[in-house]
């Protein structure tokens, strides 16, 4: 299942890089992109799962970039 997230204040490439490195670490993340110059992140992950792997990306983002928000 993929689904796209728009992404506030995320402030550099490296930031985005160093992010998607972190989402592709999630257990149940089969893929994950984070597009610094449209501001999104998409991700594939399993299905049912999607839950717990929104709740993740949101603390990781927030551990990553404190002053990002992912608009869920």
Known sequence: MKK????EDLDCAHCAAKL???LNHVSGV???TVNF???KITLDVEDGKLD???KA????AKKIEPDC???V
């Open 4 to 7: 796209v997230f728009k992404v």
């Open 20 to 22: 998607e490195d972190a």
């Open 30 to 32: 089969n893929k994950a």
């Open 37 to 39: 110059l449209s501001q």
């Open 52 to 54: 717990d792997i929104v």
């Open 57 to 60: 990306m949101v603390s990781t």
């Open 69 to 71: 928000t992912i608009l």
